[in-house]
């Protein structure tokens, strides 16, 4: 290994390597490629301040400048220094490679560069290739209508918006899985190193098989500065920061520099050398037959934040410091100083050497891109969709449960999907497209059948005492949702298909990251030429109603919501009442594109209602009368809605006990799978027509509904109804403890009694029997207290428990 300088030997300023001091560039290369920076860094200047005058062949006045300036500039110097420097590496050496960028603020450079190479004019052709293009990609930048300040879903070559910091790393190594030509290059803010997300995706390196994966780069950009702070990896010691990295198992190559002409010789050499060191990893693992864990390269680079920027502003240092971080110069317009400052920055990349008289980029630097789709804006990779190609899917019915009578039989709903989703898996193993990921809980949540067919992906030491690790394994398990989030997103956006189970407590952890997933998707449907991906599929199993072993902590049913404030094109939320539903909906979500799909479904052995045939029409509908189990004959005294596995069987014991005690009631059991069929249809493509949903629920009957979640949202959902006044929904209630099952449900009043007690008191011709029957139900509830303190366990009744028809 080469040694390491330490930062304590080195004068800033001064290009530094720990691993090369070859010069690989001619004078002809480093002079063409210095231009090409300079033409990205001018680009990257106008679109954030100019609306006019893009080659500065006039002198600038204020009417030039935009009236908001807004923008990043401090991070776009290096990202563009690196793009440059990427695309000699994939001319040389002909490589597949995507860029992700994690300091996504740093979006005017990905679009000069993708302009550069042509990539941006072939998307958006009224970009054009002269001086009128330039004048509009200038002037839409952070322009209302024009395009986001980020690396958004509308960059050519993005797969990573960048907007919140902390997922770059896990996007990169979700593209890299199953890739085996692919190299993602991937820049990691030095601030963006600071957020947990980011601080554990270092060891995404434990999970990818190099010679069944392809490779990632990562590149620390090591400027200094967020946005008003200076970074912990820049201000700890220069030991301290290559043991960090090498802790984490890479081989890290540091460079630094301020110098351009030195910095590219530096870069160039250090590239030429990573590349070899790649593929030197990759062959040797593809030869092996026992595969290792590589020290595969990792990338520091310290620059300046703001680098070739203006070095001092109103007697303030700029170039090299935080100020740099958005518009280092701003006021323009009004400010006769900043205006000469800004002129001669933009002067200082001398455009007129780099583009023509018509505006028009220079052949001769054009010529350094790479070509076609090698160019990093066109990668499909980059596109996910066009390279998407369905999955096999077996026949799900073909894993029904028998249900001959509805409420008799249990089965673990999961443990039913395990054997599916077992199947998907062997069925798509040859295309190597499907990956199922979770934090440490497949099997907990009773999806174990996969591991007849597959093993976890696992590049660490492995003992005696472990099941199921393999080096090639469809399971991806790590105790980081963030991971699993992270990893999934980049493989469904370069064109693969995925499951997510998760504890239904702990999915909150990626709440935020689902967000900008969840935005992405929504942009990209308005974009044509970004070609739908598949979905982004949760389960969340072990669900609030059933922490037997866990209690308060893990009782939380509030990522429904959360997914609900989502655009309603995107979002699908199914609630199976048991497994031929949930075997219906899943091969549904796995099929789908561009959705978010959740599903909630229980992994302890409960009642199963209904046959695989019903369970199809059912699901399909989305919601539908269980007729079985209604007496109404078109003339409810009540509906009894219900959502949920849960809640389902809770609202049938209710009806039972009510046809017990009130023979004559008459009652309609509704029960809902697909939760977005109860908004509008001017809400969600799921949503029923008014007509249908008054005939389902009644416009004047009391509708009692047990939900799985918090109550508010089926208010949420249904506040414009007809009959929504009459709605009374019992769920979660924030009441929670290690307790029974049913105990659990009485807490939150959610029980068979209450449901029950519910219904009498909102039936006005049953107004002579409430408090009779609330005294019973009292009772029942007291009986039901008593006896889980004592025994610890749910009365025989309640576990016992039977639908009689
Ligand atoms: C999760 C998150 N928190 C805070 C922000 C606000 N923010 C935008 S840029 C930035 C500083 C980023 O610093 P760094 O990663 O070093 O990027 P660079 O220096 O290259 O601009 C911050 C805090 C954010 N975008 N995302
Ligand atoms: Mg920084």
Redesign the pocket.
Known sequence: MPKLQTLEDTPVGSAQSSSTSSRPLSDEQLRKMHAYWRAANYLTVGQIYLKDNPLLERPLTREDIKPRLLG?W??TAGLNFIYTHLNRIIVENDLNMIYII??G?GGPGLVAHTFLEGSYTEIYPHIEQNKDGLRRLFRQFSWPYGIPSHVAPETPGSIHEG????YSLLHAYGAAFDNPDLIVACIV????AE?GACATSWHSNKFLNPAKDGAVLPIL?L?G???ANP?VLDRISHDELIDLFRGYGYEPIFIEGTDPAEMHQLMAATLDKIIVDIRAIQQRARKQVVVERPRWPLLILRTL?GWTGPKEVDGKSVEGTWRA?QVPVDDVRNNPDHLRILEDWMRSYKAEELFDQNGTFKDELAGLAPEGRRRMGMNPHANGGILLEPLTMPHFREYAVKVDEPGIVEVEATRVLGRFLRDVIKLNEDKRNFRLVGPDETASNRLDAVYQTTGKEWMARVDKVDENLTTDGRVMEVLSEHMCQGWLEGYLLTGRHGFFNCYEAFIHIVDSMFNQHAKWLKTTRTLPWRRPIASLNYLLSSHVWRQDHNGFSHQDPGFIDHLANKKADIIRIYLPPDANTLLSVADHCLRSRNYVNLIIAGKQPALQWLDMDSAVRHCTAGLGVWDWASNDNGNPDVVMACAGDVPTLEALAAVSLLREHVPDIRIRVVNVVDLMTLQPSSEHPHGLADEDFDELFTVDRPVIFAFHGYPTLIHRLTYRRRNHNNFHVRGYKEEGTTTTPFDMVVLNNLDRFQLALDVIRRIPRLKNISDKATERFYAMMQKHKLYVSEHGEDLPEIRNWRWAA
Do not use: A, M, V
Not at 189 to 192: L, Q, S, T
């Open positions: 990043h401090g991070t994690g300091p603020h907007g919140e910091l902390g803010g030095d601030g963006e957020t950009h400027n500065y967020k946005i970074t934040k971080h």
